[in-house]
């Protein structure tokens, strides 16, 4: 719960003014709305690519766009929570039960971020190790579980739930959970998952033993580019663990940076997610800029005739694999002039 503010610290805050009052500006919108519109067009492209060049949309596409409609809403949530609570302006009204709305979409959604990935790599670990795709689906039930711990805890945190934003309630009549420790603990169990599922897709392609060191490092650097969405939740977390904790009990202020962090990690983790799976739809209309990872010439007629799995990332099977884009130039056949003539034969009969 936020904490109950003492006399002498309510005493030091300023006269609420909500005429003309101190915000921290636009740049949040800003920044969210253009990658919001950047995850969208990724993950329209994702979709046609699986649906018109791939021919197959799998259970890892189903869940991004879970994932992707529930970030939108966690989007609309944050903005109109600011706009009508006061997040990001000094001391203002406080969000009810939007903000923990807010919190729970903010899980859902970087749950079935991780799941879109385990998804993948479990379809990808088919052919390599039984135990990895134990230890994914391991990792599925846990993540699922995490969620849902989450979710009940969020709501059941405060007895009743009224009182979560009760802030001048005396703290001794206040039936609450410390909400900086149970966010903290949240915020190093969904980090921790996100560096699990981020290295688990490495260790599958390592193993596969089917691309070349160049493919490799090319398909491994795509998947690298997770780390950055990794490092936002760490930078959430601490900036979260600051906005519960901080000396002047001014929650709304601080929510508004942590909230931004938020943003920042989901909508990095679905761009990361989604980008590999958009390679095909490079390599079919910008050939010039995107070549397959797997040329024609590597691969067997089978893997030919049925293309690239993934982009490339494993060993291609009739069901699982993207349509090829092989341009085929007609060889024309040598012609050997000084090759004798046949006898000819006039077919006259002699008496």
Known sequence: MPRTPPPEVVASWPAPNFVNPE????????????????????IILRIYTRRYISQRVGWDDVLITVAYVTATAFLIVGIFVEHGYGWGGIFGISPKTTFLVSFTLF???????????LALVYRLATPVSTRIRRFVVFLIALNLTGMIVYVILLFSQCQPLSDYWEFFKPADQRRCLTESRGILIAGIWNTSMDFVVIILPMIVILRSKTL??????????????????????????????ISTTSADFDFTWHSWISWFASAIELFLGIICVSIPATRPFFVRYLPRFFEPLQSPSQASPRERLVGDAESGFSKATEHDHEVPIVFVREVPIPVNLNKPLPPLSLGIRGD
Do not use: E
């Open 23 to 42: 915000t921290r500006g636009p740049a949040k919108d800003i920044v969210t709305v253009i990658l919001w519109a950047i995850v969208s067009i990724i």
């Open 107 to 117: 899980d859902i959604a970087t749950t079935f971020t991780k799941l879109s990935v």
């Open 212 to 241: 070349s060191r160049r493919q490799l490092t090319l398909v491994i650097a795509l998947f690298a580019t997770g780390w950055l969405a990794c490092l936002a939740g760490i930078v959430r977390t601490v900036l979260m663990y």
